[in-house]
């Protein structure tokens, strides 16, 4: 089950990631056609418009480096959980393969003592 997690999440972070990087481009291209434009135009309206784009532009492109930054730091934390994960498993099938022996020592021991070790 955890390796079907592992692969729904790592295929999930894949495609936002994907769709992240290419709404970064498209972004960037937007913001140099718009200062293109803007460089052959005199129009003032025109020129308020544009600043207002290109602001409007680089803070998109400020909140896609973000989510980039995000979407990264939610797959290391995933990443870690399901490493923590495997080092309670096989702490537990240890301590499952541990105790059995240790029983079997008590009883031993009890035994050559002569002390019922259920009625400590």
Do not use: H
């Amino acid at each position: 089950m955890r390796d079907v997690f592992k692969k729904n999440t790592t295929q999930e972070t894949a495609e936002i990631t994907s769709n992240t990087n290419q709404e970064l481009e498209l972004s960037k291209k937007e913001t140099e056609d718009t200062q293109q434009f803007a460089d052959s135009t005199d129009d003032p309206d025109t020129l308020a418009l544009l600043e207002s784009l290109q602001k409007v532009n680089a803070e998109e492109q400020k909140l896609l480096e973000i989510k980039q930054s995000l979407l990264k730091t939610q797959k290391d934390l995933q990443n870690n959980l399901v490493n923590e994960i495997d080092k309670k498993k096989k702490t537990i099938a240890n301590l499952v393969s541990e105790i059995p022996t240790l029983q079997n020592k008590c009883e031993q021991l009890g035994q050559a003592l002569g002390i019922d070790i259920y009625n400590l």
